[in-house]
């Protein structure tokens, strides 16, 4: 008697096209979130990367960000140029900033630039340098470099010049400019967004009060030690979605998973 082979449910790559639309909804949540929160604005936008090398997913420049919708994203090549998208739309001019570190960065799966602006204060004026003062800015214990370019990111060669400042670190500075956020996926863009300004804002705050006190070396390491990553990052997106869902921001109907089920 023969005994009947496992069935599995949770090997099975999704369909391309689910990936996409996955990816299309966690994008235009990610943007109208940050945007909710005051970290994204009027300007800036949030990418991200397609698999088999097929782009990947932006909005376009004069889409509102407090209205994006997953159907009104561009898919743009690693040269920055539009593949497909609505008609008349095209992307925003930064979209170097985006080609270019994909190209160089293969663990980067998404990226967010905005341009806050109690963080860009970091960059105009001849005080302290931008560092980790917060736990979760352990994220950023390899530098969180400074672009001498504040000129918009329009180009391939001031993309890769911005690449090449960000160089393996996590975020980068923009001089009189903004910011740039990589991570691994959209939800762990989002995140590393909201604790990089919140770490900006209470190092701005600790130096009203004195002298500041930056995470050391031994507690960095000790943070990083007991943080779990993936598991932070699920529970912090979770509450945004469900946060963001309660004050009518964003439909039931996305797929706001943190991960793309692929079990049938
Ligand atoms: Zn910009």
């Known amino acids: 008697m023969s005994i009947a082979a496992p069935v599995s449910i949770a090997s099975t790559p999704a369909p391309l096209q689910d990936v996409e639309q996955h990816l299309r909804d966690q994008v235009a949540a990610?943007?109208?979130?940050l945007n909710d929160l005051e970290i994204m604005g009027y300007s800036g936008h949030v990418s991200a990367r397609l698999p088999e090398g097929r782009g990947f997913l932006i909005q376009s420049v004069d889409q509102s960000r407090a209205s994006l919708r997953p159907e009104l994203l561009l898919i743009c090549d690693m040269d920055g140029y539009l593949v497909s998208g609505p008609a008349g739309l095209r992307p925003p001019s930064e979209v170097f900033l985006h080609s270019e570190i994909f190209r160089v960065r293969p663990d980067v799966n998404s990226i967010a630039h905005f341009h806050h602006d109690r963080t860009a204060s970091f960059t105009l004026a001849d005080g302290p340098q931008l560092v980790p003062v917060k736990n979760h800015a352990v994220r950023w214990a390899n530098g969180i470099p400074v672009h001498p370019n504040p000129n918009h990111v329009n180009s391939p060669e001031r993309g890769r010049a911005?690449?090449?400042?960000l160089g393996a670190s996590h975020a980068a500075l923009i001089r009189a400019h903004g910011q740039v956020i990589v991570a691994e996926s959209v939800p762990g863009v989002l995140i590393d967004s909201v604790h990089f300004v919140e770490n900006a804002e209470a190092m701005y705050d600790a130096c009203m009060l004195g002298r500041v006190l930056p995470l050391s070396?031994?507690?960095?390491?000790?943070?990083?030690?007991?943080?779990?990553r993936e598991k932070h990052i699920n529970k912090?997106?979770?509450y945004y979605v469900g946060r963001a869902q309660s004050l009518g921001l964003l439909p039931q109907t996305w797929n706001l998973q943190p991960k793309l089920s692929t079990a049938a």
């Open 236 to 238: 912090l997106w979770t």
């Open 217 to 228: 070396a031994e507690e960095i390491a000790s943070f990083s030690k007991d943080i779990k």
């Open 30 to 33: 990610c943007t109208l979130m």
């Open 162 to 165: 911005l690449a090449t400042t």
